[in-house]
């Protein structure tokens, strides 16, 4: 089993609709998630960050979180041809400065 | 944010050389990473950089394929030694830049013939 995965890819999604995106993970003692957007031939950027159980929304982006699961999301409102990239979910350990395993990827492509 | 740099972009390199990577940060940082992205993969980390201590390796990583020093808190180098086609990658570097985030390098494309 993988310490991190995202559902299998590629996902394709008009334009204007809810893009959803799911990462499951096997540490359980993981403290920190993140999602990264990664456009072909550059390097990732944070979009998100969750600590907490629940929902995180910032913009048309929304991550949501559940320990007990093992599982974190991240939706993606109003799908625009920008959001068009692969993006990564991103577990640590612990709070702070610590290193971070990523899933696989999936790549989303907004049908215009 | 934390603003990180990193030279050179791109290099073609020949299979048994060996190239070294320069990671800047642009602010003090204690610990930066290093990771490899191979082709149509996701990134992987190589090593934790250590200011004042010896790199951390992961798993399947060794300090004599890829030597990396960490001279001060804001800058780091990568080597990839003994080069072969297999070490064809991106490599990234990345740095917290406020919180508990991780900011990325440009990254450095590397290809080995």
């Known amino acids: 089993q993988k310490e991190v995965e995202q559902n299998s890819g590629p996902l394709s999604v008009p334009e204007g609709a809810i893009a959803s995106l799911n990462c499951t993970y096997s540490?359980?003692?993981?403290?920190?998630f993140f999602w990264y957007r990664q456009y072909s031939g550059k390097s990732p950027e944070l979009i998100m960050s969750?600590?907490?159980?629940g929902d995180k929304e910032d913009g048309r982006f929304t991550a949501q979180l559940n320990k007990a699961s093992q599982y974190v999301s991240l939706l993606i409102r109003d799908s625009q041809p920008s959001d068009s990239a692969t993006y990564l979910c991103a577990v640590s350990r612990l709070f702070g400065n610590e290193k971070l395993t990523f899933g696989t990827g999936t790549r989303l492509t907004i049908i215009p | 944010s934390a603003v990180i740099s990193q030279k050179p972009s791109r290099d073609i390199c020949q299979r048994g050389t060996s190239l070294t990577i320069q990671c800047q940060v642009d602010?003090?940082?204690?610990?930066m990473f290093w990771y490899r992205q191979q082709p149509g993969q996701s990134l992987t980390l190589i090593a934790t950089?250590?200011?004042?201590?010896?790199?951390?390796?992961e798993s399947g990583f060794v300090i004599d394929k890829f030597p990396i020093s960490r001279p001060n808190l804001t800058f780091s180098t990568l080597t990839v030694s003994n080069m072969s086609p297999e070490d064809s990658s991106i490599y990234l570097c990345s740095a917290p830049g406020g919180g508990e985030t991780q900011y990325f390098g440009p990254g450095t494309r590397l290809l080995v013939l």
């Open positions: 950089a250590n200011q004042g201590s010896e790199a951390t390796y």
């Open positions: 969750i600590y907490s159980n």
């Open positions: 602010s003090q940082v204690t610990m």
């Open positions: 540490d359980r003692v993981s403290q920190s």
